[in-house]
């Protein structure tokens, strides 16, 4: 086949629009010992596509490359947790510093609140904690309700018991009432 012509079915090759007719005639010709000089980087190339198309893959490949797409996956998202801890970490040593700064004046070595002000959160802080422990108490009492429910289903299991008793009694008595009909057949 002319040079002439393999130059044509490479630059249709490199853009994608050969038929597998054509890059079987292109594996060909590069499997040839007299490749011109200007094609011979190429036909290294296609040599190694001859070769590699003859390897067969192993049997558990489909095994291992789900295997390592599965790791890299976690280890994407291992990274990228890591990340967020660290900003994280950074993000709340620079406020404990912000805060540390701001509650402390450095320059006096006194506190930024006076003892008032100090008094008055606690007096409020004491306040909602009462008012919070207030209305939890006030929805757990009709939590009792529930206890003596529970119980009240508890001493239903014995009403279950008696009735399987009467279950098991009730073949006896039909048993009776056969035997009186046979011995006192006028009744």
Do not use: C, W
């Amino acid at each position: 086949m002319s040079s002439h012509k393999i130059e044509k079915l490479l630059i249709k090759y490199f853009e994608g629009e050969t038929s597998l007719s054509e890059e079987r005639m292109l594996r060909e010709f590069f499997l040839k010992e007299d490749v011109p000089a200007h094609l011979l980087e190429l036909k290294e190339q296609f040599g190694l596509y001859e070769s590699e198309a003859k390897e067969e893959l192993p049997s558990d490949f489909d095994e291992k490359l789900f295997e390592e797409i599965d790791r890299k996956d976690r280890s994407r998202r291992t990274g990228r947790r890591m990340t967020i801890y660290y900003i994280s970490g950074v993000a709340a040593t620079i406020l404990i510093l912000i805060t540390v700064f701001i509650r402390f004046d450095t320059f006096t070595n006194t506190s930024a609140y006076s003892d008032q002000d100090a008094e008055i959160a606690f007096n409020e802080a004491s306040r909602i904690l009462y008012f919070v422990s207030d209305k939890f108490n006030r929805g757990a009492n009709p939590l009792e309700k529930v206890a003596r429910f529970d119980k009240a289903i508890n001493d239903l299991d014995n009403v279950k018991k008696f009735d399987e008793g009467v279950n098991q009694v009730t073949p006896v008595s039909t048993f009776n009432r056969i035997t009186k009909l046979i011995t006192n057949p006028a009744q």
